[in-house]
């Protein structure tokens, strides 16, 4: 099985915990088990820097974040399977407040068997589409760490699923294979035109077509199918719209 190191101070602190009090005001950690038990899921606080305006003014990664180590230890053991960092960015309003680490947990999104986790997007300041961070905990993957843009998800085995995303004039649809770890592009954005994922169904997606933010009028709604084997495409009437839920978060 893939182990990774754990520092000595999380250790000790995940298994001991007060066996040295004078380090708790300088490190925070919470855990929380996943949806399965399968894995105990540990936050290290690592940082936690604050920008001034004149600061975020000089470099677009002057924003205030906090970063945290993220392990993830199977049940029995006391090393992580796998670990990421992740950085709670939320200084772009003036009014903003980090998360609470609980609240950062419940938006992982576990595949059925938690072979993976995909974690909430991080909020830097980026070009195109925002991507999540993919981590393989199952050793047994051919992958370690991966990258996805996340909209509506629709599972459709125990390792892939389909999902749409959406960022201001490229909104398409795309296929992440938990066997590799990659992407793989479905519907492609033809701005002003663009598509949304509506419901998968005995291996056919049904997608609609809308325009994306650059458009310059509307059009009627238009849906087809797309059969997940062939790649074969027809029409279909839209299902009533529904209110546009996001990946669970």
Aim: proline residues 6%.
């Amino acid at each position: 099985m893939r182990k990774l190191p754990i520092p000595v101070f999380s250790l000790c602190l995940f298994l001991l915990s007060g066996c040295l009090p004078a380090w708790g005001d300088l490190i925070r950690q919470e855990q929380f088990a996943s949806p399965s038990g399968k894995y105990t899921v540990v936050f290290t606080e690592l940082e936690n820097r604050k920008y001034g305006k004149d600061e975020m003014l000089e470099d677009l990664g002057n924003v205030s974040h906090v970063l945290y180590r993220v392990d993830f230890i199977a049940n029995g053991d006391t090393e992580p399977v796998a670990n990421s960092s992740y950085a709670d960015v939320y200084g772009w309003e003036a009014d903003g407040r980090p998360e609470k680490a609980s609240a950062i947990f419940r938006k992982l999104i576990w595949s059925p068997k938690e072979d993976y986790v995909i974690f909430p997007e991080e909020g830097w300041a980026a070009q195109g589409p925002s991507q999540s961070r993919a981590l393989a905990l199952n050793p047994e993957l051919a992958w370690e760490k991966g990258a996805v843009s996340v909209g509506a998800i629709e599972w459709i085995d125990d390792l892939s699923f389909i999902s749409d995303y959406h960022f201001d004039c490229d909104y398409g649809i795309l296929r992440f294979d938990g066997t590799t770890g990659k992407t793989i592009s479905m519907k492609e954005s033809e701005s002003p035109i663009g598509y949304e994922l509506v419901s998968v169904k005995q291996g056919k997606a049904v997608i609609r077509m809308l325009l994306d933010n650059c458009r310059m009028q509307d059009i009627p709604p238009r849906c087809f199918t797309r059969d997940l084997q062939t790649g074969f495409e027809e029409p279909v009437a839209c299902p009533t719209r529904k209110t546009r839920v996001k990946a669970q978060y």
